[in-house]
Nanobody, 124 residues
Framework: QVQLVESGGGLVQAGGSLRLSCAAS????????MGWFRQAPGKEREFLAT??????????TDSDSVKGRFTISRDNAKNTVYLQMNSLKPEDTAVYYC???????????????WGQGTQVSVSS
């Protein structure tokens, strides 16, 4: 089993920045794609971004909610994926989940492994 450990969440004021990290361990050949979803209170879980191993192809949500503000990156040597979040808004408040799977996808069902989630809270 691939294990994912997230860090970097917390409380930040609107307009601030956070960088989430997710370190993968175990059979990381099963984590060729790593990404992030989030779930806000009372809302469905939503896809944010994903990145492939090696050449670091990326795919982002089509939603305008995070475009231009969130950036995904990956350190293949460390098996770690990052989500840089800038210009944070109160509506970004959610639990953020790291995911890993075999290929790039925007679908939850295509990710075999999930982290425990990290809370991000943005105050106005």
């Amino acid at each position: 089993q691939v294990q994912l450990v997230e860090s970097g969440g917390g409380l930040v004021q609107a307009g601030g920045s956070l960088r989430l990290s997710c370190a993968a361990s175990g059979p990381t050949e099963r984590a060729r794609a790593m990404g992030w979803f989030r779930q806000a209170p009372g809302k469905e879980r939503e896809f944010l971004a994903t990145i492939s191993w090696g050449i670091n192809l990326t795919k982002y949500t089509d939603s305008d909610s995070v475009k231009g503000r969130f950036t995904i990156s990956r350190d293949n040597a460390k098996n770690t994926v990052y989500l840089q979040m800038n210009s944070l808004k109160p509506e970004d408040t959610a639990v953020y989940y790291c995911v890993a799977g075999q290929y790039l996808s925007t679908e939850m069902a295509h990710y075999d492994f999930w982290g425990q989630g990290t809370q991000v809270s943005v105050s106005s």
